[in-house]
């Protein structure tokens, strides 16, 4: 309700109508295969054992820097 409130007060207004009418969540999960595995010493370093899994942080919108 603190949002409506801040909305509110920058003039753009919420209603609590509005917020019971949105779905709280919706997820999507793919299914899971079990493949091929790290070894323990790359799966600790990684946060994985699978390496389907390991999308390492690679900057800016995936762009090496």
């Given amino acids: 309700m603190a949002d409506c409130r801040n909305q ?4 753009r207004g919420c209603s609590r ?3 019971q009418s949105m779905p ?6 793919p299914w899971q295969f079990w ?13 994985t054992i699978f ?3 390991n ?3 690679l900057g800016k919108r ?3 820097r």
């Fill in 24 to 29: 709280l969540a919706m997820s999507y999960v």
């Fill in 17 to 19: 109508e509005s917020l």
């Fill in 8 to 11: 509110a007060a920058t003039g």
């Fill in 35 to 47: 493949g091929q595995t790290c070894d323990l010493e790359k799966a600790l370093q990684c946060g």
């Fill in 62 to 64: 995936g762009v090496v």
């Fill in 55 to 57: 999308k390492p942080f």
């Fill in 51 to 53: 390496p389907e899994l």
